[in-house]
């Protein structure tokens, strides 16, 4: 909390309780005894000079004055569940120096919020989720952004891959953030291009699944318009425009750990949520033919691919993460402020300082495990979402340089069924004897089908996808590859290699918050007073 200057107690009288700017002024309370409520300086959206009219000035005691100063203070209201609003409430006195007093000191603290963004690059993806990327924005977003004197330039897509083109292109280095409206997958455009556009200004070679990257400095914004929005949710606590749009202004900063995969040193994807093999994999490639369904079309494949209960088999060798100290069996999840993170990144500082650039990782043991999956998913943070609020792994790390990678084996449809079910209610979906769960810095995997023969994965390739295999009808083995699901869109290689790159990019979140403390000390009282 930061002091005004001064030294004397201004008197000031709030619309306290009313709290909804001019609006609330209509009926004015006499001055109360002060109220301890706060707002750290940190989450002041704006101060504005208040202009009364006459209707307004027409109440009450305040009748009999000649003329009144004011000005509203724009401040982030926490409610329930991890969402965010504006809120405003709106000062005035007799005095229009000390007024202006006030509205000087306000904006001066301000400015000295320097982690805060002037000028943004946003992307829109008017098509994804339910198609309101446009309206969600224009509506609900750019009014705040203006509120909070960030000026934007801003690109409405034409068609994908658009940002991430564009983002090769423009000069990035005078933008504080780049902000994408949109889904998981355009999520992932930004990120490829930002991301990229550091390694080839940097000179690095993104094939070199070996290569140190370079960490992307300049934050991404998230306001979820898609269908699952599972990287806003995991990072924020809530999937809601307004609330991220807050986050923002705010200029709140979370690292985030990024996955490279990498097929035969040619670079494929990045990945910051899921890289699911099998039952995820084969959910989005039937679903990406379904995209007119909208986020429905996720349900109607996975009811598909839950029947059809196809398991594949290869090998996985994988590295343990021995540097950080959590298990994906923890009851803690990652919230704000995360002493594990923290841990990360003193030591990727440390690691940095040491090696600089060209840093190597040493080569430390690896293991295999060889089985039928039904379905492999490596996820870098919990993968929470509206459809599992805990997430695919709920002690998942944001920022702590692993992944969890979770072995569903075969099993019958029942079993299967209840693992999925645990993912949406309170019980643990690892403690079952067919799914097994590692923390890992790096991943490969090959299915039986490429270790076999590499020379008849074409040919078989080119049969229908979905075919059984001949010998054994009712089997439910699959004669074919699954697809690997990265973030929402499908590799075309079955053997990857992965590996975590430890906070290489950054987000305009802060983590879910702790929700009783907030919750409680927030629903208190309706309004917050720094004064
Ligand atoms: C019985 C109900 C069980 C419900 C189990 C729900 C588990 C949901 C777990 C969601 C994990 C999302 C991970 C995020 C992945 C994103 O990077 C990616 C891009 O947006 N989204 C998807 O790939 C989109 C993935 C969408 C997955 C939808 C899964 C729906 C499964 C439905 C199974 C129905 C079985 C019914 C049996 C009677
Ligand atoms: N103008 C456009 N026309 C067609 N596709 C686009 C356009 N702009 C972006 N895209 C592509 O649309 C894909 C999906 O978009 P988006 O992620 O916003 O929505 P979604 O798929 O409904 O949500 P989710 O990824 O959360 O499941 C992205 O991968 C992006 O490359
Ligand atoms: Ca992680």
Same mark, same amino acid.
């Given at each position: 909390?930061?002091?005004?200057?001064?030294?004397?107690? $201004?008197?000031?009288?709030?619309?306290?309780?009313?709290?909804?700017? %001019?609006?609330? /002024? %209509?009926?004015?309370? $006499?001055?109360?005894?002060? =109220?301890?409520?706060?707002?750290?300086?940190?989450?002041?959206?704006?101060?504005? =000079?208040?202009?009364?009219?006459?209707?307004?000035?027409?109440?009450?005691?305040?009748?009999?004055?000649?003329? /009144?100063?004011?000005?509203?203070?724009?401040?982030?209201?926490?409610?329930?569940?991890?969402?965010? !609003?504006?809120?405003?409430?709106?000062?005035?006195?007799?005095?229009?120096?000390?007024?202006?007093?006030?509205?000087?000191?306000?904006?001066?603290?301000?400015?000295?919020?320097?982690? #805060?963004?002037?000028?943004?690059?946003?992307?829109?993806?008017?098509?994804?989720?339910?198609?309101?990327?446009?309206?969600?924005?224009?509506?609900?977003?750019?009014?705040?952004?203006?509120?909070?004197?960030?000026?934007?330039?801003?690109?409405?897509?034409?068609?994908?891959?658009?940002?991430?083109?564009? +983002?090769? =292109?423009?000069?990035?280095?005078?933008?504080?953030?780049?902000?994408?409206?949109?889904?998981?997958?355009?999520?992932?455009?930004?990120?490829?291009?930002?991301?990229?556009?550091?390694?080839?200004?940097?000179?690095?070679?993104?094939?070199?699944?070996? @290569?140190? /990257?370079?960490?992307?400095? *300049?934050? *991404?914004?998230?306001?979820?318009?898609?269908?699952?929005?599972? &990287?806003?949710?995991?990072?924020?606590?809530?999937?809601?425009?307004?609330?991220?749009?807050?986050? &923002? *202004?705010?200029?709140?900063?979370?690292?985030?750990?990024?996955?490279?995969?990498?097929?035969?040193?040619?670079?494929?994807?990045?990945?910051?949520?899921?890289?699911?093999?099998?039952?995820?994999?084969?959910? +989005?490639?039937?679903?990406?033919?379904? #995209?007119?369904?909208? $986020?429905?079309?996720?349900?109607?494949?996975?009811?598909?691919?839950?029947?059809?209960?196809?398991?594949? =088999?290869?090998? &996985?060798?994988?590295?343990?993460?021995?540097?950080?100290?959590?298990?994906?069996?923890?009851?803690?999840?990652?919230?704000?402020?995360?002493?594990?993170?923290?841990?990360?990144?003193?030591?990727?500082?440390?690691?940095?300082?040491?090696?600089? +650039?060209?840093?190597?990782?040493?080569?430390?043991?690896?293991?295999? &495990?060889?089985?039928?999956?039904?379905?492999?998913?490596?996820?870098?943070?919990?993968?929470?979402?509206?459809?599992?609020?805990?997430? /695919?792994?709920?002690? @998942?790390?944001?920022?702590?340089?692993?992944?969890?990678?979770?072995?569903?084996?075969?099993?019958?449809?029942?079993?299967?069924? !209840?693992?999925?079910? #645990?993912?949406?209610?309170?019980?643990?979906?690892?403690?079952?004897?067919?799914?097994?769960?590692?923390?890992?810095?790096?991943?490969?995997?090959?299915?039986?089908?490429?270790?076999?023969?590499?020379?008849?994965?074409?040919?078989?390739?080119?049969? #229908?996808?979905?075919?059984?295999?001949?010998?054994?009808?009712?089997?439910?083995?699959?004669?074919?590859?699954?697809?690997?699901?990265?973030?929402?869109?499908?590799?075309?290689?079955?053997?990857?290699?992965?590996?975590?790159?430890?906070?290489?990019?950054? +987000?305009?979140?802060?983590?879910?918050?702790?929700?009783?403390?907030?919750?409680?000390?927030?629903?208190?009282?309706?309004?917050?007073?720094?004064?």
């Amino acid at each position: 909390m930061e002091r005004l200057p001064g030294g004397r107690r $201004p008197r000031l009288v709030s619309s306290l309780g009313l709290g909804r700017g %001019a609006a609330g /002024l %209509a009926r004015p309370r $006499p001055p109360r005894r002060a =109220e301890n409520c706060f707002v750290p300086i940190s989450e002041i959206i704006a101060v504005e =000079e208040t202009e009364f009219n006459k209707k307004q000035r027409n109440i009450g005691r305040w009748q009999k004055m000649a003329k /009144l100063h004011a000005f509203t203070v724009y401040y982030v209201k926490k409610a329930r569940n991890h969402r965010w !609003r504006c809120s405003n409430v709106t000062f005035w006195c007799v005095d229009e120096h000390l007024c202006n007093q006030w509205i000087q000191a306000l904006k001066e603290l301000l400015e000295m919020q320097k982690s #805060r963004p002037k000028q943004l690059l946003v992307y829109i993806n008017p098509y994804g989720g339910k198609r309101q990327g446009k309206r969600i924005y224009e509506q609900k977003v750019a009014p705040l952004f203006s509120l909070a004197s960030i000026s934007t330039d801003v690109v409405i897509t034409e068609h994908a891959n658009h940002a991430k083109d564009n +983002l090769f =292109e423009v000069n990035i280095y005078k933008y504080d953030g780049v902000v994408c409206v949109g889904g998981d997958g355009m999520f992932s455009e930004v990120m490829h291009g930002l991301i990229g556009r550091m390694q080839k200004d940097s000179g690095i070679d993104q094939n070199n699944p070996k @290569a140190s /990257l370079v960490q992307c400095n *300049i934050r *991404i914004g998230i306001i979820p318009a898609g269908s699952t929005d599972c &990287i806003c949710y995991s990072t924020v606590g809530i999937s809601d425009p307004v609330t991220s749009a807050l986050h &923002i *202004i705010v200029g709140d900063c979370q690292p985030l750990d990024v996955s490279s995969v990498h097929h035969n040193n040619t670079f494929l994807k990045y990945s910051v949520s899921l890289l699911g093999y099998g039952f995820y994999g084969d959910i +989005l490639k039937d679903s990406e033919k379904k #995209r007119w369904m909208g $986020p429905m079309r996720y349900d109607y494949s996975g009811f598909k691919t839950f029947l059809s209960h196809h398991y594949y =088999e290869g090998t &996985i060798a994988y590295q343990p993460a021995k540097h950080t100290h959590g298990s994906p069996r923890d009851k803690e999840s990652c919230r704000t402020g995360c002493c594990i993170c923290k841990e990360s990144e003193k030591q990727l500082a440390e690691q940095q300082k040491e090696c600089g +650039l060209n840093h190597e990782e040493g080569e430390e043991e690896w293991k295999f &495990i060889k089985g039928k999956f039904l379905a492999i998913n490596a996820v870098s943070m919990s993968c929470a979402c509206p459809r599992s609020p805990k997430g /695919l792994s709920p002690a @998942a790390h944001l920022a702590d340089g692993s992944a969890d990678l979770i072995l569903v084996r075969k099993c019958s449809r029942f079993d299967f069924l !209840r693992y999925l079910l #645990r993912h949406t209610n309170q019980d643990d979906q690892f403690d079952f004897p067919f799914v097994d769960v590692y923390r890992v810095k790096s991943f490969q995997f090959t299915s039986k089908l490429s270790e076999d023969n590499e020379s008849n994965v074409m040919d078989i390739g080119k049969k #229908r996808f979905g075919q059984f295999c001949r010998d054994h009808p009712a089997c439910c083995c699959n004669i074919v590859n699954s697809t690997w699901n990265c973030d929402g869109e499908t590799l075309d290689s079955s053997a990857i290699e992965v590996r975590v790159h430890c906070q290489l990019m950054k +987000l305009f979140a802060r983590g879910i918050e702790e929700k009783c403390k907030d919750e409680a000390a927030y629903s208190q009282s309706s309004i917050e007073q720094l004064l």
